[in-house]
């Protein structure tokens, strides 16, 4: 079986997104600081259709963690802002869960795309491992997604890509889990214009 | 002139104590985590007048914190509830600045360290400045004094060093700063145990 993998970009100050996110400014103002380090990637612009790109360090990190993913999950907000820019063919290539409390019919898009959407964090775990078989299943955000695993210790990675700044605002990560979660460094990965750190988080 | 040199250790969430800190309880619930990479440690068993202690990457960033400081700068609240394990000996063994609203005289340790009572961190900085000459100023937290000298743009360094915990609340190191401010980062160094990020903060 596949790992349960989540992979991030967070400012030092903890923020995934900045401040006065909603469906029309999904990463907040100020919050594309935060993806910078990964746009003119090789390893991103492969999936999103585009030739060329950097190599080096930053695009190893980001084509490991697409490689060998068999199915992805995701938040609805997270949905809901970048359907639209994602356009007819996105980024995922494989069966996206979305975890909302909306159900609807699965939207198939290019490229082997399918948006499903399931009603539970454990109906999106279920149905994902059906689809992953032995690749593993990749958790895309946001906060809530990624706090529900860590607190059910299910998690067996989470790489979290510190951009350097702090955007003073916004929408945090790992805000108010009341709990004391222990991490383990796995790996990391350094860059002029990131820092890649990959942690175990303890399980259940 | 030497640098002004900032560092804390934090959990991932951003936290730099536990919840419930108090003078009694300086460090909050569960906040002798963030610090659990540091205490086996030679380089930082030596200042406080131990011997042997584990050497490595971590001992090396601790070894050069210390390294070439002729001043220290603290909050007040951080006086407060460390004075008294600190002991006779303290481990600055150089000027110590502590920035507070109650000034009083000056307190004289044994090896080399005096606590110095300012008003304000402008006055810290310039009275740290004569005592240092060459040398570097050392900010030894806690979060206030880290945001006013990052706001004000003065900081040289900022070096986070990053403990592998959730602890899921207490006081966090950047909270509430309201603009965003561009890190650069100068080194990474990794270990089992913590990640050291070492940035330098724009400056004005």
């Not at 401040?19 to 746009?39: I, K, T």
């Not at 995922?92 to 975890?99: A, E, I, K, S, T």
């Not at 279920?126 to 860590?150: T, Y």
Request: no cysteine.
């Amino acid at each position: 079986m596949g790992k349960l993998r989540a992979d991030i970009s967070m400012s030092l100050d903890g923020f995934i997104a900045g401040p006065n996110d909603s469906p029309d400014n999904g990463l907040g103002d100020g919050g594309e600081r935060l993806h910078q380090w990964v746009y003119g990637l090789k390893a991103w612009r492969e999936p999103h259709g585009m030739t060329g790109g950097k190599e080096g360090p930053d695009s190893d990190v980001m084509a490991e963690s697409i490689e060998g993913v068999g199915a992805t999950i995701m938040g609805r907000r997270m949905f809901d802002f970048a359907e639209e820019p994602w356009g007819i063919n996105p980024p995922f290539h494989n069966d996206v869960f979305v975890v909302t409390h909306r159900p609807r019919e699965p939207l198939l898009k290019e490229g082997g795309t399918t948006f499903h959407f399931v009603s539970s964090i454990e109906e999106a775990l279920k149905q994902a491992e059906g689809a992953a078989g032995n690749q593993h299943i990749s958790v895309a955000g946001g906060a809530s997604i990624i706090q529900q695993l860590l607190t059910l210790g299910l998690l067996d990675e989470l790489q979290v890509h510190i951009a350097p700044v702090l955007l003073g605002g916004g929408r945090p990560l790992f805000n108010g889990m009341g709990k004391t979660i222990e991490l383990k460094p796995a790996r990391v990965v350094a860059s002029d214009t990131v820092t890649h750190i990959k942690y175990q988080p303890a399980k259940k």
